[in-house]
């Protein structure tokens, strides 16, 4: 199982971005998706995340501008990011909880980078 993190860039302050987050391999469920972030010098902290049935929390700081949700028919998760803020760059990383036929277990994905410019 493998967790595949796209959609990063550089982007100025106030744009949008939507980030994905693909899950193959041998995949017989999955749970709770999460996307965290990572700054320069600082600790991961987690920033959404949506349930098997849809249900959503975010950190307040982007209540309002972030949207995560997910298709499970493809195993992927979304993380739509609007007026993005020169505090919002990071390395952002994706995390779901994922059922194959052996394990259950957390899996992360490689990160991508989010650059907002002033």
């Known amino acids: 199982v493998q967790l595949q993190a796209s959609g990063g860039g550089l982007v100025q302050a106030g744009g949008s971005l939507r980030l994905s987050c693909a899950a193959s391999?041998?995949?017989?469920?999955?749970?709770?998706m999460s996307w965290y972030r990572q700054a320069p010098g600082k600790q991961r902290d987690l920033v959404a995340t949506?349930?098997?049935?849809?249900?959503?929390t975010y950190i307040n700081s982007v209540k309002g501008r972030f949207t995560i949700s997910r298709d499970s028919a493809k195993n992927t998760g979304y993380l739509q990011m609007n007026s993005l803020k020169p505090e919002d760059t990071a390395v952002y990383y994706c995390?779901?909880?994922?059922?194959?036929?052996?394990?259950?277990?957390?899996?992360w994905g490689q990160g991508t980078q989010v650059t907002v410019s002033s």
């Open positions: 995390k779901a909880y994922i059922g194959s036929h052996f394990l259950r277990a957390d899996y």
């Open positions: 391999g041998t995949i017989t469920s999955i749970k709770n």
């Open positions: 949506i349930s098997t049935g849809g249900e959503t």
